[in-house]
């Protein structure tokens, strides 16, 4: 089975464009979390879906970015425009049923990709 | 406010040393902790967690976590390190009314021949 996967890797731009990434979840997990590491802090809480809705985005720093589950499936997560301080690595995380606090919850991180704006 | 504190950026130890990782927390009730584990090329992956009961956990690949509320704390220990325990290591705390961690900032390990 495949797990969370993440495009791209790592991605470099400059200060004022674009750039969307992508998280495929595992088949069938409800629940889509994204989470963002800043170089040498902690990783912070972004957002959630349930399916295609939002559950909680109090974690998105502000309207520069813009996240999407359009038919519950992968999400995309896109920074426009990107500043020099949204470097860092942007985490997604699926689930099945419930979030991590249910006893047979567990989330499963994909491996990250790598923003740096330059 | 919520927080996690791993008061230990990089630790170092010899292969076959036994290895804590500190984890002191900031939470009003009784969290729920987990540890988490990002190996090289890899994703985050859970090495345990605890909700309640035994405050002794096992987790996966041999490590164990104790929390201790009188010290708010939630270390991880394994008792013989292997060179693939090389990883950074990320302690995080579930608040009880939403469904987002909160995590430290990581403690990188290396381990040495």
């Known amino acids: 089975e495949a797990g969370v996967t993440q495009f791209p890797s790592h991605s470099v731009i400059e200060k004022g464009q674009t750039v969307t990434l992508r998280c495929d979840p595992i088949?069938?997990?409800?629940?889509l979390y994204w989470y963002r590491r800043v170089m040498g802090k902690e990783i912070k809480f972004l957002l959630h879906?349930?399916?295609?809705?939002?559950?909680?985005e109090s974690g998105m720093p502000n309207n520069r970015f813009l996240a999407e589950r359009t038919g519950g499936t992968y999400s995309t997560l896109k920074v426009q425009p990107a500043e020099l301080e949204d470097s860092g690595v942007y985490f997604c995380?699926?689930?099945?049923?419930?979030?991590?606090?249910?006893?047979?919850?567990?989330?499963?991180f994909g491996e990250g990709s790598r923003l740096t704006v330059l | 406010a919520q927080s996690v504190t791993q008061p230990d950026i990089h630790i170092t130890v010899s292969e076959g040393a036994s290895l804590e990782l500190r984890c002191n927390y900031s939470?009003?009730?009784?969290?729920?902790l987990f540890w988490y584990v990002q190996s090289p090329g890899q994703g985050l992956q859970l090495l345990l967690k605890?909700?309640?009961?035994?405050?002794l956990v096992q987790g996966i690949k041999g490590f164990e976590a104790e929390f201790k509320r009188s010290q708010s704390s939630f270390n991880l220990r394994k008792p013989s390190v292997h060179w693939s325990d090389a990883a950074e290591y990320f302690c995080?705390?579930?608040?009880?009314?939403?469904?987002?961690?909160?995590f430290g900032t990581g403690t990188r390990l290396q381990v040495f021949p």
């Open positions: 088949s069938g997990h409800d629940n």
């Open positions: 995080a705390v579930g608040p009880y009314n939403t469904d987002k961690l909160i």
């Open positions: 605890y909700f309640s009961g035994d405050t």
């Open positions: 879906f349930v399916k295609e809705s939002k559950q909680d």
């Open positions: 995380a699926s689930s099945q049923d419930a979030g991590p606090f249910a006893n047979t919850g567990e989330l499963f």
């Open positions: 939470y009003g009730a009784t969290p729920y």
